[in-house]
């Protein structure tokens, strides 16, 4: 009997476990010995918090990020189907968004390991239904591009077709570019269009505000260094 | 000063709260007295479960779903107004994806009342992260078109889509209309298409399951009145 190959959320700032990490997720979390983590050391201090004795040195921790070959996941695959239970674990939030997780979940379904998603924090999903926008018709974009003039045509392009589909158009950005990504959102996007900028959130410095591009323009806020999700809808 | 308007995560089944519902959103859902719920009877038995206590006949219900008018919803607004915190809470998941919470947290925005969104069960989400198809670009599609011709033609569209942005497409169906969906998907995308069926989420039948139009069509598997999220990605 092969094992089932577990996806647990992390969480998505210093908050504390129970705000967002289901108890019996906690419960499984700390009852897996195999974790594939994209960063090992932020792992090892989720779960001493959730337990302060967890065996931290009788587990095994994978490296599964951007870096990771084909011929390591086949690795990674070996205890599970030696009837081993793993978790793919995330920076933050869900693994399998916005990072390579996916890789060995697919290679999961190809093998017929049971891949068993467990609920915990979203930060996109979060700031989609707090933001007011389209919850019926939405798409996440991932990063967008760094580059000034990449970025002000991709900015176009997702703001187009919210238009067209009438689709909320979710995007993220490294935190020390947030500044940055907003103006040229100011400069680019349609004065009516919509924009929510949800800031930290799960923590104590949570902040989710959507109104216009002419409003944002009075407004001012300062992003840097301040993890954040964005979302667009142009009416 | 106003009240805080907090986004109440619902079961997506018959299942225990304390595997998708974290402690502290328990708490904060047991300790409100307005609720905006899209069912109110589904809500009743939800907080009697998470408290058999609960005062449910000292608590105001009010109905927040499609029938809804927009002087209902000023009407929704005044406890807030007033200084009362007040949850909005759907069927099943999160309120304000596929369902009308998103007019009242519109509405809550334009008059200051923070809006607070809390963690739970998202079945697309789940279903996304379990599927293994593409989590860096993926959009939500809600409900497709329920008679056959215009079944068809979405379908097209969306895997056209699908192709062309390598965006995973993520769209739901009413459970006793499942088989005939499967089956439009079957006869309408490409054979090499990669089709996620996630079933009955979060409850101890929950089935998840990624492979090609063609591996399908010999599984043929019975979705009749089964919850289930559907994805697909068109390589």
Same mark, same amino acid.
């Given at each position: 009997?092969?094992?089932? !190959?577990?996806? @647990?959320?992390?969480?998505?700032?210093?908050?504390?476990? %129970?705000?967002? *990490? +289901?108890?019996?997720?906690?419960?499984?979390?700390?009852?897996?010995?195999?974790?594939?983590?994209?960063?090992?050391?932020?792992?090892?201090?989720?779960?001493?918090?959730?337990?302060?004795?967890? %065996? *931290?040195?009788?587990?095994?921790?994978?490296?599964?990020?951007?870096?990771?070959?084909?011929? %390591?996941?086949?690795?990674?695959?070996?205890?599970?189907?030696?009837?081993? %239970?793993?978790?793919?674990?995330?920076?933050?939030?869900?693994? =399998?968004? =916005?990072?390579?997780?996916?890789? !060995?979940?697919? @290679?999961?379904?190809?093998?017929?390991?049971?891949?068993?998603?467990?609920?915990? +924090?979203?930060?996109?999903?979060?700031? @989609?239904?707090?933001?007011?926008?389209?919850?019926?018709?939405?798409?996440?974009?991932?990063? &967008? +591009?760094?580059?000034?003039?990449? &970025?002000?045509?991709?900015?176009?392009?997702?703001?187009?077709?919210?238009?067209? !589909?009438?689709?909320?158009?979710?995007?993220?950005?490294?935190?020390?570019?947030?500044?940055?990504?907003?103006?040229? @959102?100011?400069?680019?996007?349609?004065?009516?269009?919509?924009?929510?900028?949800?800031?930290?959130?799960?923590?104590?410095?949570?902040?989710?505000?959507?109104?216009? *591009?002419?409003?944002?323009?009075?407004?001012?806020?300062?992003?840097?260094?301040?993890?954040?999700?964005?979302?667009?809808?142009?009416?």
């Amino acid at each position: 009997m092969t094992g089932t !190959l577990y996806l @647990l959320p992390m969480l998505l700032g210093e908050s504390h476990p %129970d705000i967002s *990490i +289901p108890g019996e997720v906690q419960n499984i979390t700390t009852s897996l010995s195999h974790f594939y983590a994209e960063n090992i050391k932020t792992t090892r201090r989720y779960l001493r918090k959730l337990d302060k004795s967890f %065996d *931290i040195d009788g587990s095994h921790f994978y490296v599964l990020n951007k870096k990771t070959k084909d011929e %390591d996941l086949s690795e990674m695959m070996k205890p599970l189907l030696q009837g081993f %239970d793993g978790g793919i674990i995330s920076e933050a939030g869900l693994p =399998g968004i =916005g990072d390579p997780g996916s890789k !060995l979940v697919r @290679l999961a379904h190809k093998k017929n390991i049971k891949v068993k998603p467990l609920t915990g +924090p979203s930060s996109f999903v979060l700031a @989609l239904v707090a933001s007011g926008l389209n919850g019926q018709s939405f798409a996440f974009n991932g990063y &967008l +591009p760094v580059k000034g003039q990449e &970025l002000a045509k991709k900015i176009q392009e997702i703001e187009k077709r919210s238009a067209q !589909l009438k689709q909320t158009q979710i995007f993220m950005e490294t935190p020390y570019r947030n500044n940055q990504l907003l103006e040229q @959102l100011l400069k680019t996007c349609h004065p009516q269009t919509q924009l929510c900028i949800a800031v930290n959130i799960t923590t104590d410095q949570e902040n989710i505000l959507t109104q216009s *591009i002419n409003q944002w323009k009075s407004s001012n806020p300062d992003l840097h260094k301040k993890p954040a999700v964005f979302a667009i809808l142009k009416a």
